[in-house]
C-alpha cells in the first residue's frame, strides 16, 4: 500500500533540526507510523522537489500525561531524518508567509 500522499505530516522544527538543517543538510519530519522508508523518500523528493540521499527513522514512544488527577498517554509519534543529496539547495518550509 502506498502511503506517499500521507506519509509526511508535518516537518519537526526545533533547535536540533534546525542545526541539522543548516550544518548537515538534513531534514526532520514527523511521518505516519505505517510509511516505509521508500514511501517518505518519493514524498519528500516529490513534495519538495529534491533529491534525497537517506532516510533514517525514529520510533518515539508517547509520554504519560497527568491533568490533575486523570493520567492518559500521549500518542507514539514516529520521526524521520532525510539527508539531501550534497550540493541541493536547502528546504524552506514556509515560503510566502
Known amino acids: 500500500m502506498s502511503l506517499r500522499s500521507h506519509s509526511l505530516l508535518r516537518?519537526?522544527?526545533?533547535?536540533?533540526?534546525t542545526l541539522l538543517k543548516e550544518k548537515e543538510g538534513v531534514l526532520c519530519f514527523?511521518?505516519?507510523?505505517?510509511?516505509?522508508?521508500?514511501?517518505?523518500?518519493?514524498?519528500?523528493?516529490?513534495q519538495y522537489k529534491v533529491k534525497v540521499a537517506t532516510v533514517r527513522t525514529v520510533r518515539v514512544?508517547?509520554?504519560?500525561?497527568?491533568?490533575?488527577?486523570?493520567?492518559?498517554?500521549?500518542s507514539d509519534r514516529r520521526k524521520a531524518y532525510v539527508r539531501l543529496v550534497p550540493g541541493q539547495k536547502s528546504v524552506e518550509y514556509y515560503t510566502g508567509v
Open 11 to 17: 516537518p519537526v522544527i526545533t533547535e536540533k533540526s
Open 30 to 46: 514527523e511521518v505516519s507510523r505505517r510509511a516505509t522508508k521508500i514511501d517518505i523518500r518519493r514524498a519528500v523528493e516529490e
Open 61 to 74: 514512544p508517547g509520554k504519560v500525561a497527568r491533568v490533575g488527577r486523570f493520567e492518559g498517554r500521549k
